[in-house]
């Protein structure tokens, strides 16, 4: 039985075919390494087939079993159609150039999934390289990888060119598209006798960076709505409780043939039936709250409440400096969403609001920004442009210098000498790689910081309202 889906990729080529080919997983370092190609050229595709090729998830020993770093590799699970693993980025690019399309979406990246236990590596691989070869084999470059990292859950990864190297049209994936690939997908899995599932159930099919936030244990908007539904329902004890318990969370309601739930700050809603499955619709809501409301009357043991301990505390507050400016905007932000201080017991996300807990799925660019700001002191905005600009000033110096260094090592022939520069290059790149971040991060921030105010602004106006209806 195997799960196929297939999504969009914009930014970077190479950084898509590291993830495939992501030496966690698969074995060919040489594939993450091109420094030859400009940056600006291969930023969407590398980061798909990094994933997809890692090292880690796609080497196995004599024995079928995942490698040790001391053992050989007998095989590795990462194959190109149309193109060499080892220089996929290098080829698609190069495919792109040729015909003027090196913008907008660069790849697209396909999942196969297999039923625990069912099947081997090297059959996953295989019927992964055959479906591949069927649907894009005859206009498409394509890279296959096998990631074994799951020992009962082996799955295929694809990362497609975006850009035929027969005739340089475009691959647009539509729902046919979608159809053809489980078809196929099932049909080979049945000449290879493992299970397919019989007459799947229609559904709305999971964004590309939904999927990659899910394997990353990150929450999604989506999920973040389900959990607020379900948790809605538990509580519910009534049809009305439970339209009552969604609005005091923040969402607009609309019945119709389906439900619609919007939550504050967002300018559309979710139908919950289209979304979620048929568990969602208005009938099978009314019935889960019914079974549930069963079970606690069968229940005759009431929940042991823990006793409330009250502590005085004497002294003041007040000697103590309170932090302003952005600083002090960030450092309460993370404050409101549960991760300072490191000391504080984790805040439950189901007691935070909708506009809180959607940030969390930003929690690692928000911390980055927010040490910046703490690192160099920064409270206003002319302190934050100030060192933007000091940033990109000691950039072009950095970039002059790597660009001086790059054109006098080709003149030199000692060995030594060589390597002495090659090094100092790669020194330089490493610097003006911490100083582009922080140029993003300060953009991040000019960016973020009126938003975080406006949301602070909501949620304290909602909760002294709460507090007056009460």
């Known amino acids: 039985m195997a799960t196929t889906s297939i999504w969009s990729v914009k930014g970077w080529l190479g950084k898509v075919v590291i993830y495939v080919e992501n030496p966690e997983k698969t074995m060919n370092p040489k594939v993450v390494q091109q420094p030859e190609i400009a940056e600006e ?28 770093e001391s ?3 007998m095989e590795q699970y990462v194959s190109g159609v149309n193109c ?35 099947c081997t590596p090297a059959m996953a691989h295989e019927i992964g390289v055959k479906l591949a070869e069927e649907l894009w084999g005859n206009r498409f470059q394509v890279l296959v990888a096998t990631h074994l990292d799951k020992a009962h859950h082996l799955h295929n990864h694809f990362v ?13 994936r539509t729902n046919q598209d979608y159809r053809d690939m489980r078809r196929v997908s099932d049909r080979l899995c049945r000449e290879y006798k493992l299970s397919v599932i019989e007459n799947p159930k229609p559904g709305k099919t999971q964004h590309y960076g939904e999927w990659r936030a899910h394997q990353e244990g990150r929450p999604t908007y989506r999920g973040i709505v389900q959990a ?3 948790e809605a329902i538990r509580k519910a004890r009534t049809e009305r409780q439970f339209f009552h318990y969604l609005k005091e969370k923040g969402y607009t309601i609309k019945i119709g043939k389906d439900i619609t739930v919007r939550p504050e700050g967002k300018d559309r809603g979710l139908k919950l039936a289209r979304n ?61 969403l549960g991760i300072l201080p490191k000391s504080r017991p984790q805040t439950s996300t189901r007691q935070m609001h909708f506009l809180l807990r959607e940030d969390l799925r930003k ?20 302190q934050l442009f100030s060192w933007k600009e000091t940033c990109e000033n000691r950039l072009e110096q950095l970039e002059r210098k790597r660009k001086s260094l790059r054109y006098r090592v080709r003149s030199v022939n000692e060995e030594e000498t060589r390597m002495e520069m090659k090094a100092e290059i790669t020194g330089l790149t490493e610097q003006m790689g911490k100083l582009r971040e922080e140029v993003k991060l300060c953009d991040g921030i000019a960016a973020r910081s009126g938003l975080i105010k406006e949301k602070i602004k909501i949620v304290r106006q909602e909760n002294r309202d709460r507090k007056t209806n009460y």
């Not at 497609?160 to 647009?172: A, C, E, I, K, P």
């Open 276 to 336: 979620f499955g048929e568990e969602y619709t208005l009938e099978s809501i009314r019935r889960r709250i019914l079974i549930q409301n069963r079970e606690i009357c069968k229940s005759d043991v009431s929940p042991k409440k823990e006793p409330v301990s009250l502590f005085r505390l004497h002294g003041t507050f007040n000697q103590r400096r309170k932090i302003g400016g952005l600083r002090g905007l960030y450092l309460h932000y993370c404050y409101l």
């Open 41 to 68: 050229e291969s930023q969407g595709l590398s980061d798909v087939i990094a994933y997809a090729v890692n090292e880690e998830k796609t080497r196995r020993n004599e024995k079928g079993e995942i490698a040790e």
């Open 228 to 230: 607020d539904v379900d």
């Open 84 to 118: 060499t693993p080892t220089t996929a980025r290098t080829e698609m690019m190069a495919v792109k150039k040729r015909y003027g399309k090196d913008e907008g979406i660069m790849a697209f990246h396909g999942y196969q999934s297999f039923a625990p236990g069912e």
């Open 363 to 382: 929690l690692n660019q928000i911390t980055k920004e927010t040490r910046l700001l703490c690192r160099y002191h920064i409270d206003t905005a002319e």
């Open 71 to 73: 053992e050989t590799v």
């Open 160 to 172: 497609v060119n975006s850009v035929s190297f027969t005739d340089g049209l475009r691959y647009h």
